[in-house]
């Protein structure tokens, strides 16, 4: 069992940076692949990166691709989501996931546990 627990978010202006941090309990924590996704109002929760259990690969969603990175730091059990240069279009509940595996896993059905969520709103 892992839980996740995150923190992070808020509000901020366009061009600006946040990052999230997404905590997990358990001991097996380098043994998860982690990702991390988003919902916004009305939409469906979409696939915003990736990374593998060791840190050795990540991927992203084509939008953020230069702009949001990924890492882990699996001493702290603990994911990040660094994010620049923030556009109105990421404003969203971001969720970080975790899921047993030594690949990169991109949709919503392939996670097994999710964070609490947390609001990243981007003013224009």
């Known amino acids: 069992q892992v839980q996740l627990v995150q923190s992070g978010g808020g509000l901020v202006q366009a061009g600006g940076s946040l990052r999230l941090s997404c905590a997990a309990s358990?001991?097996?924590?380098?043994?998860?692949?982690m990702g991390w996704f988003r919902q916004a109002p009305g939409e469906e929760r979409e696939f915003v990166a990736t990374?593998?259990?060791?840190?050795?690969?990540?991927n992203y969603r084509d939008s953020v691709k230069g702009r949001f990175t990924i890492s882990r730091d699996n001493a702290k059990n603990t994911v990040y989501l660094q994010m620049n240069s923030l556009k109105p279009e990421d404003t969203a509940v971001y969720y970080c996931a975790a899921t047993y595996g030594s690949g990169t896993y991109y949709s919503v059905s392939e996670y097994a546990y999710w964070g609490q969520g947390t609001q990243v709103t981007v003013s224009s």
């Open positions: 990374i593998t259990w060791s840190g050795g690969r990540s």
């Open positions: 358990g001991r097996t924590f380098s043994k998860y692949a």
